[in-house]
């Protein structure tokens, strides 16, 4: 498969995504950055965003198995992965499979639920494997997580640990619609209170796994040059140094800012990576991976004000 025949399955998704879901487009399109190389996102965002409704019509323009997880203060790692249980007619354990075996998981409000079961997605995400009771199982090579969390409810949340916020690719902050498409989301969807039905909308699976498994082998042969590279290393080992952080992007963190620096260039219809690229990605893909220093707090700095500082004084490639 050739850019362009990756370019025609992405804008196929996109347009059945936009079905649903008016603007976002920048959301769409990193949406499709990450599953051209099965990464992981994390959608932060208010209340009434349309993080779920996204995630579900993007689920609805492919093929992938799409299952679903409302996180809770009272779930527990067995209600995720599931659990053998003994069938007395045939004198042995039986798995029960939890949620979690499935292609395309909605991790919904995953800050609501403790370490413990939020620790049960680890494993998965960084290995595509569950293992129970000592016994490993595949989850597979399209297994892909979509997690959502609200920024500004505490109270009953427990923040995602560094090890957990490292295996997401992507962290993307969903902002209110601009005027326009507020106006036109309230002219589609304002004579009802609920979520709008994606049965309403006829959106239609258009790439299978077979499809997805070439885009992406296609996309891992994109011409990333040996200075590219280089910059984005030294992107990476400034936020380590950097005097208001006191955990900066890890070499994990450096291998996805290429591998999406990689998609996101098919995306843009070209079949090598430019520094433009590498800067319009790195605040997603390292935002998360940052934590800032307590003085740093104290003076209201963000790990997006410090990145684009990063990357303003870090010359790119010609």
Same mark, same amino acid.
Not at 76 to 82: F, S
Not at 133 to 143: A, C, H, M, N
Not at 146 to 167: C, F, H, K, M, S
Not at 184 to 209: C, N, Q, Y
């Given at each position: ?18 079905k649903a ?11 499709l950055?990450? $599953? ?5 996102i ?27 997880i409302?996180?809770?203060p009272d ?6 992965l ?7 007619q ?29 620790a049960?997605? $680890?494993?998965?995400?960084?290995e595509?494997?569950v ?25 009953g ?11 997401f690719?992507?962290?993307l902050i ?8 507020e ?10 209170t ?18 997805l ?16 590279v ?7 080992r ?7 952080l ?33 800067k ?5 893909v390292?935002?998360h991976? $940052? ?22 004084q870090?010359?790119?490639p010609?």
């Amino acid at each position: 498969m050739d850019v362009q025949g990756i370019r025609a399955v992405t804008e196929a998704v996109r347009g059945e995504v936009r079905k649903a879901v008016v603007g976002q487009d920048a959301i769409i399109d990193l949406m499709l950055t990450s $599953l051209l190389v099965g990464g992981h996102i994390l959608l932060e965002g208010v209340p009434g965003t349309a993080k779920t409704l996204i995630t579900r019509a993007f689920a609805a323009g492919l093929t992938l198995q799409f299952g679903r997880i409302q996180f809770t203060p009272d779930l527990m790692p067995g209600d995720v992965l599931g659990t053998n249980l003994f069938n007395f007619q045939t004198n042995s354990f039986i798995l029960t499979k939890g949620p979690i075996f499935t292609q395309l998981l909605l991790a919904d409000e995953i800050n609501r639920t403790p370490p413990k079961t939020q620790a049960a997605l $680890l494993q998965a995400m960084n290995e595509r494997t569950v293992t129970i009771d000592g016994k490993d199982y595949p989850l597979g090579d399209d297994f892909m997580v979509v997690a959502t969390q609200n920024p500004i409810e505490q109270q009953g949340t427990y923040p995602l640990p560094e090890a957990q916020l490292d295996r997401f690719l992507l962290k993307l902050i969903i902002e209110h619609p601009s005027r326009d498409e507020e106006c036109e989301i309230v002219w589609r969807h304002g004579h009802r209170t609920a979520m709008p039905r994606l049965e309403d909308f006829a959106l239609k699976a258009v790439a299978d796994s077979a499809i997805l498994a070439q885009a992406r082998d296609a996309v891992a042969r994109i011409k990333l040059s040996e200075p590219l590279v280089e910059y984005i290393v030294d992107v990476c080992r400034a936020t380590r140094e950097h005097s208001s952080l006191e955990v900066g992007a890890s070499t994990r963190a450096a291998n996805m800012l290429a591998s999406a620096s990689r998609a996101f260039a098919v995306l843009q219809g070209r079949d090598f990576v430019i520094p433009d690229d590498i800067k319009f990605l790195a605040l997603p893909v390292l935002r998360h991976r $940052l934590t800032l220093s307590p003085s740093a707090e104290i003076e209201g700095l963000t790990p997006d004000r410090i990145l684009r500082e990063v990357i303003d004084q870090i010359p790119a490639p010609r």
